[in-house]
């Protein structure tokens, strides 16, 4: 038989060579030798897409994980895998976020009405509208105690900061090779986090209020575009409208001329008409008074 050995029971025959290559096919982790071109990555599929904004839009309302660009697109790429779609990277991720904002942006601003029919952009409006909310809300927020708004900064970049420095902590303690070497780097990162701490927060509301001012201009932008089409459409419309009362006038007038024209004619018939009738008069009381001087 094919799984029975050659020799006795502590050779190693042919048929345990044989067995080898059906354990490696069932293993679930057994590597699969190149055969032909490599597998290419399967088109983002209509439904997959959705999942892909939806789970975007998801992560949107966390503000502190959005501006962690590698960390937002790790998290998305491991939602999609636990949904059961196809294993996306996070870099197949960025990619495609990127030409989905470059579509959404271009039907928005080159044609705001006819932008809806293009797909996926009611999914995209909601995760810009989410975006605009928040920034209208740190904004107020900024305006509204300055001193209080930095403080919170300063507590969640000391929390960010607090939460690396435990997880570098967590993996210090897995190495047991280099303690005093990460015991020194995490006290230096708590001194450059508490010396940067003021500046980031700065930059911070810096980068928020030019991330508002530039979407109220495109706000503003795509409002005054909207304004020039509706004045557009307005004056074409205008444009028709007299069109249409000149052709309908032109066609009134047209109308009077062949009536007053049947009007003459039928004139002209009666007074022939007319005159016809007093000619035969004529000529019968000239016979009558011919027969009556004869007899």
């Not at 501006?67 to 960025?94: F, H, N």
């Not at 016809?276 to 027969?291: S, W």
Request: proline share 4%; with cysteine; net charge positive.
């Amino acid at each position: 038989m094919m799984f029975r050995s050659g020799g006795g029971e502590g050779d190693a025959g042919p048929g345990w060579i044989n067995m080898m290559p059906t354990a490696a096919m069932l293993s679930p982790t057994a590597e699969i030798s190149p055969r032909g071109p490599p597998p290419q990555h399967p088109q983002w599929g209509l439904q997959e897409t959705k999942e892909f904004i939806g789970t975007r839009a998801e992560l949107e309302k966390d503000f502190t994980v959005t501006k962690r660009k590698e960390t937002l697109w790790e998290i998305v790429s491991a939602k999609m895998r636990e949904k059961g779609y196809y294993r996306r990277t996070p870099e197949q991720c960025k990619c495609k976020w990127k030409n989905l904002v470059s579509l959404y942006k271009g039907k928005e601003t080159s044609d705001p009405e006819n932008g809806r029919q293009c797909p996926f952009f009611e999914e995209l409006h909601e995760v810009f509208t989410e975006r605009a909310k928040n920034m209208q809300r740190l904004l107020l927020e900024s305006e509204a105690g300055s001193t209080q708004s930095r403080k919170k900064v300063k507590r969640i970049n000391g929390d960010r900061s607090s939460d690396e420095l435990s997880e570098d902590e967590d993996e210090d303690e897995s190495e047991e090779e280099k303690p005093a070497r990460n015991n020194s780097r995490k006290r230096k990162g708590e001194k450059n986090v508490a010396a940067k701490s003021p500046r980031a927060s700065s930059s911070s509301f810096g980068g928020v209020q030019e991330m508002l001012k530039e979407f109220f201009q495109q706000q503003q932008k795509m409002e005054m575009q909207w304004r020039e089409l509706m004045d557009k459409r307005a004056h074409e419309r205008q444009m028709l409208e007299q069109e249409w009362r000149r052709s309908m006038d032109k066609l009134e007038r047209e109308r009077l001329v062949i009536e007053q024209a049947w009007r003459e004619r039928e004139e002209q018939r009666r007074i022939r008409e007319a005159s016809r009738a007093e000619r035969r008069d004529a000529l019968l009381t000239a016979l009558l008074n011919k027969l009556i001087s004869e007899n």
